[in-house]
Structure formats: structure tokens, C-alpha cells
């Protein structure tokens, strides 16, 4: 899977939580929570898809580094060997 890849699924992901929103707008490196105006729940089920669609384990301790587009792209990049 590709960067560009692992982008769409998390902007996909995004859109389905919070559907209201443009994620793709959204810049890279800013707060998805805020930018998307998400709760903590929200942002688990979106952690939650992305389990789901791209097969990999995240542990809560690195919920942390998915908090913004580029932070998500480069952590599941690197569990994918992307």
C-alpha cells in the first residue's frame, strides 16, 4: 500500500465520522479534533476503521500520533512498510 493510499483511507475515515466535514481540506499537520471539531469518541471509532480496513494493530498508548493527517500517514506507513 502507498502513502497516497494510507492518505485516502484515513481521509475516507475521516469522512465517514464526521460527514459534515471536508477532511481533505484539512491541513496536514493540524489537530484533527479541533479541525474537524470531533469528540474522543469520534476519534476512537475513526481509530476503530482504521484497524479495520488497513489490518493493523494500533495501541492506545499511540493514539496519539494519529492527531493529524501527517502524523496518521507516517505511522501507518511505517506498521505497512509502506
Do not use: C, W
Not at 20 to 47: C, K, Q
Amino acid at each position: 500500500m502507498t502513502r497516497a493510499e494510507i492518505r485516502q483511507a484515513i481521509i475516507e475515515g475521516l469522512g465517514n465520522i464526521a460527514p459534515e466535514t471536508d477532511p481533505g481540506s484539512v491541513e496536514p499537520d493540524a489537530d484533527l479534533r479541533e479541525a474537524l471539531d470531533i469528540d474522543s469518541m469520534d476519534f476512537l471509532n475513526f481509530v476503530i476503521a482504521l484497524h479495520q480496513r488497513l489490518q493493523v494493530d494500533i495501541p492506545e498508548a499511540d493514539y496519539p500520533k494519529l492527531s493529524t493527517i501527517a502524523g496518521a500517514t507516517a505511522y501507518l506507513a511505517a506498521k505497512l512498510g509502506a
